[in-house]
């Protein structure tokens, strides 16, 4: 069974600081596909980055870094000089080897202080 | 210019009631899938389909139907209504094995 778990239900960082927010997962499947989603205050959730199993380097997009340690089973996500409109509720998801299905974490809330 | 649509965007409904919430999609996406959210549950998956004609069941697929009768559209259908189905529904859209879309959600709640 797959299973993605984010232990972090709320932080609070701010404005301009790096945050880093911690998800692990469980799989057996040998390759895999780890996401990360935001969702804003309006309801909307936004694709934001993704890291395959199979690539050993960390995918970076803006100011979004992925920390995936595959020994481990985690995927952190790390955002340097946090803005106010960072402020959101982030998912972490994981699909497998089964066609299609993300399983997602329960969430954490981001609060970004000016 | 928004890739996933759905419709209605707010319902009330009556318990007992049939309910259909729809989706539209112009990502050309082959696969198309069903959540609810809850509060402490993230999002959950209902039904999905991998083309026109097909629906499969996600995790949680009792007291929903789905519908897929083309490559665009993906309908929910709650035959019978009950409160327990109060919520938020996303539908999304994405091809393997890649991202998905999400639409911007039904907030459906059941009286």
């Known amino acids: 069974a797959q299973k993605v778990t984010q232990t972090q239900t709320s932080i609070s960082v701010m404005e301009k600081t790096t945050v880093t927010m911690d998800c692990v997962y469980e799989t057996q499947d040998s390759s895999y596909f780890l996401f990360w989603y935001k969702q804003t205050a309006s309801g909307e959730i936004v694709f934001l980055i993704r890291q395959d199993s199979y690539k050993k380097e960390n995918a970076t997009v803006g100011h979004y870094s992925l920390n995936f340690q595959k020994p481990k089973s985690s995927i952190g996500l790390i955002i340097t000089a946090t803005q106010i409109e960072d402020s959101a509720v982030y998912f972490c998801?994981?699909?497998?080897?089964?066609?299609?299905?993300?399983?997602f974490g329960a969430g954490t809330q981001l609060i970004v202080i000016p | 210019e928004a890739a996933v649509t759905q419709s209605p965007r707010n319902k009330v409904a009556v318990t007992g009631g049939k309910v259909t919430l729809s989706c539209n999609q112009t990502?050309?996406?082959?696969?198309m899938y069903w959540y609810r959210q809850d509060t402490g549950h993230g999002l959950r998956l209902i039904h999905y389909s991998y083309g026109a004609g097909s629906t499969e069941k996600g995790d949680i697929p009792d007291g929903y139907k789905a519908s897929r009768p083309s490559q665009e559209n993906f309908s929910l259908i709650l035959e019978l209504a009950t409160p327990s189905q109060t919520s938020v529904y996303f539908c999304?859209?994405?091809?393997?094995?890649?991202?998905?879309?999400f639409g911007p959600g039904t907030r459906l709640t059941v009286l």
């Open positions: 998801a994981m699909r497998g080897s089964a066609l299609g299905r993300l399983h």
């Open positions: 999304a859209s994405g091809d393997n094995p890649y991202e998905q879309y």
């Open positions: 990502n050309n996406h082959n696969n």
